[in-house]
């Protein structure tokens, strides 16, 4: 009995660990704002993500993932010079707690201007957050989080 219990325990860590393997956390922030936009490429096809568009003359990359739960999530990054700039849409509630939670843990400052909300985190980026409710469900709320990196943050080749 205690041997089924330890493995119905492993298991469900272990489903619990692989399902949010394909959520954006504040450490894949991190590394992307520091990579160039081939290797967040190369990242965020490895997670599982699909590429919609890519304009190599704008530097631009749009990628989105649709979750088997009926939600999605929509990924942009554009390159400016030498800067990352990150769009993230969800309506997926366990992608904008992963975010939020893994935020949370380091140094940051929130302000409110209106509606949205403003994260500061030190030495990295500026998350606005901006959360409103989705008319077809209304259980689930439409987030869009735009990371715009502080002017010490550069990506490397």
Known sequence: ?????????????????FAQGKLVSYEEVQ????????????????????????????????????????????????????????ELETNDKQQYDVLMSSI???????????????YTLKDLATLYVTSNDNSPDPMKKYHLIQIAPDKNVTAYD
């Open 104 to 118: 949370t843990q380091y140094p940051y400052k929130k302000e409110n201007a209106g509606d949205m909300e403003i």
């Open 31 to 86: 590394l992307m704002l520091h990579n160039n936009i081939n290797r967040n490429d190369s990242l965020l096809l490895g997670k599982g993500y699909t590429q919609k568009a890519k304009n190599d003359k704008k530097k631009t990359r749009e990628y989105t993932l649709a979750t088997n739960r009926g939600t999605f999530i929509n990924v942009a990054l554009r390159a400016d010079g030498r800067r990352m700039f990150i």
């Open 1 to 17: 009995m205690k041997k089924i219990l330890i493995t119905f325990v492993l298991c469900c860590v272990c489903y619990v660990g």
